[in-house]
T-cell receptor
Framework: DQQVKQNSPSLSVQEGRISILNCDYT??????FLWYKKYPAEGPTFLISISSIKDKNEDGRFTVFLNKSAKHLSLHIVPSQPGDSAVYFCAATPRGSNYKLTFGKGTLLTVNP | DAGVIQSPRHEVTEMGQEVTLRCKPI?????LFWYRQTMMRGLELLIY????????DSGMPEDRFSAKMPNASFSTLKIQPSEPRDSAVYFC????????????FGQGTRLTVV
C-alpha cells in the first residue's frame, strides 16, 4: 500500500522551460512534505520542503505547492537546466514522528539542452 | 566535511553468507538512519537511531537483519544469513535531531546476493 505516489516515472522537458513534478499521498496524518533529488551512484539530497500549514514554499528556481484537500503536492522548476536532470523523490512525514520519511518511487527528470 | 561515508560501495556475496555494511555519519549529527532501495518497494526506512539508541526498528524486515551504533561516529547493518531477495542499495543517512527530515545521505552500498 503506497502512501506516497509519484505516478509519472519519467518527464522530459526542454532547457529553459518549466518542469512540473507531481506527487499524491493518502495518509491524512502526514503534515510535512519534502522533495529530494538523486543523481546516479549518489545518495538522495534534500531539495525543498513544506509544512502542512502552508500552501507554497519557494527557494530560487524551485517552488513546492501543497493542496491539502486534494492530498497533492507538486514541484515546479523554472527555468529548467540540464544539471537538473536527476530522479526526484517526494517524501512525507507524519505528525509526531518527523524522522519517519515515507518516499515515493521517484520521477526521472531529463532536461534537454 | 566529507559527508556520510559508507563502505563498501559494492558487495557481492553468496547466499547464506554474513554481510556487514558500515556507516560513518557526519560529525555532530545525532540522528542516524538506514534505508533500503529496491525497484519494487522504493526507498524504505529500516531503522532510526537517536544519540546512538535505536528508536524505531519497525522497518527491519526480518530477524536476519540487525543494526548497531556503538558510538556517535559508527554504525553497522548486518544481514545473517543473506538471501538473494536482500539484493538492493542500502543507504545510511544522518541529521541533526531537530532537522530529522533534512537528512544527509551517503552514496549507498549496492549489495548483490547470488
Amino acid at each position: 500500500d503506497q502512501q506516497v505516489k509519484q505516478n509519472s516515472p519519467s518527464l522530459s522537458v526542454q532547457e529553459g522551460r518549466i518542469s512540473i513534478l507531481n506527487c499524491d499521498y493518502t495518509n491524512s496524518m502526514f503534515d510535512y512534505f519534502l522533495w529530494y533529488k538523486k543523481y546516479p551512484a549518489e545518495g538522495p539530497t534534500f531539495l525543498i520542503s513544506i509544512s502542512s500549514i502552508k500552501d507554497k514554499n519557494e527557494d530560487g528556481r524551485f517552488t513546492v505547492f501543497l493542496n491539502k484537500s486534494a492530498k497533492h503536492l507538486s514541484l515546479h522548476i523554472v527555468p529548467s537546466q540540464p544539471g537538473d536532470s536527476a530522479v526526484y523523490f517526494c517524501a512525507a512525514t507524519p505528525r509526531g514522528s518527523n524522522y519517519k520519511l515515507t518516499f515515493g518511487k521517484g520521477t526521472l527528470l531529463t532536461v534537454n539542452p | 566535511d566529507a559527508g556520510v561515508i559508507q563502505s563498501p560501495r559494492h558487495e557481492v556475496t553468496e547466499m547464506g553468507q554474513e554481510v556487514t555494511l558500515r556507516c560513518k555519519p557526519i560529525s555532530g549529527h545525532n540522528s542516524l538512519f538506514w534505508y533500503r532501495q529496491t525497484m519494487m518497494r522504493g526507498l524504505e526506512l529500516l531503522i532510526y537511531f537517536n544519540n546512538n539508541v535505536p528508536i524505531d526498528d519497525s522497518g527491519m524486515p526480518e530477524d536476519r537483519f540487525s543494526a548497531k551504533m556503538p558510538n556517535a561516529s559508527f554504525s553497522t547493518l548486518k544481514i545473517q544469513p543473506s538471501e538473494p531477495r536482500d539484493s538492493a542499495v542500502y543507504f545510511c543517512a544522518s541529521s541533526l535531531a531537530d532537522r530529522d527530515t533534512e537528512a544527509f545521505f551517503g552514496q549507498g552500498t549496492r549489495l548483490t546476493v547470488v
